[in-house]
């Protein structure tokens, strides 16, 4: 079965600090690994997401996730915090060999970026 | 572009009744989703359709029906509401079944009292 854990239900950061936001999955197979942001009231918003191939993927608003392998890990992270960047954010996976069409998404994040 | 339509965007029911939450996509897209949103309990996948005629539950199916006649709309039926499907419904919508973004609406929020 597929899940996602996000270990930290907030995050606190001081503007222009590096911010992460935390990660892990389990799936059969290889995965298809995503991050949204959900500002107050609204839907959610996609931010990037992994195929394949560099680890290092680039993605709205100067975010960034890098994909662990051994870890099962896919962590969002920003070299510099905005106070916009306030939001929940949430990480989601499927599997690539999955016939299923599951999307599933982890218990979110509340990031708060203090001026 | 609209992109997802969900409405109602509030609806407060009584205990037993029932009610359908609409959502329509003008993106042309195959496959959709119904979640629903707790606080801290992140999204949990509740039914969803990979086209026309073609559904499939997903974690959270229980008192909740949906159908897919057409590929612009995924209706999803409350049947004899309880206070338990208290909650944030977002529909989404994807082009690509293995590595499309979803696209979500904006929310319905549903109180049953």
């Known amino acids: 079965a597929q899940s996602v854990a996000q270990p930290e239900d907030q995050v606190n950061v001081a503007e222009g600090n590096p911010l992460t936001v935390k990660c892990t999955y389990s799936?059969?197979?290889?995965?298809?690994l995503f991050w949204y942001v959900q500002y107050p009231n609204r839907g959610l918003q996609f931010l990037l997401k992994y195929i394949t191939g560099d680890n290092l993927v680039k993605g709205s608003y100067g975010f960034e996730a890098e994909f662990n392998k051994s870890q099962t890990s896919f962590h969002l992270k920003k070299p510099s915090a905005l106070v916009s960047d306030s939001a929940l954010y949430f990480c989601?996976?499927?599997?690539?060999?999955?016939?299923?069409?599951?999307?599933?998404f982890g218990s979110g994040t509340r990031l708060s970026i203090r001026p | 572009n609209a992109g997802v339509t969900q409405t109602p965007k509030f609806r407060i029911l009584k205990i037993g009744q029932s009610m359908t939450l609409q959502c329509t996509q003008d993106?042309?897209?195959?496959?959709m989703y119904w979640y629903r949103q707790d606080p801290g309990m992140g999204l949990k996948l509740i039914y969803y359709?990979?086209?026309?005629?073609?559904?499939d539950k997903g974690e959270v199916p229980n008192g909740y029906n949906v159908s897919r006649s057409t590929t612009e709309d995924f209706p999803l039926r409350l049947e004899l509401a309880a206070p338990s499907q208290t909650s944030v419904y977002f529909c989404?919508?994807?082009?690509?079944?293995?590595?499309?973004?979803?696209?979500f609406g904006e929310g319905s929020r549903l109180t049953v009292l």
């Open positions: 799936v059969s197979g290889n995965p298809y």
């Open positions: 989601a996976v499927r599997s690539r060999y999955s016939s299923a069409s599951k999307i599933i």
């Open positions: 359709s990979v086209g026309a005629g073609i559904t």
């Open positions: 989404a919508s994807t082009p690509l079944l293995e590595a499309g973004e979803l696209f």
């Open positions: 993106m042309n897209h195959n496959y």
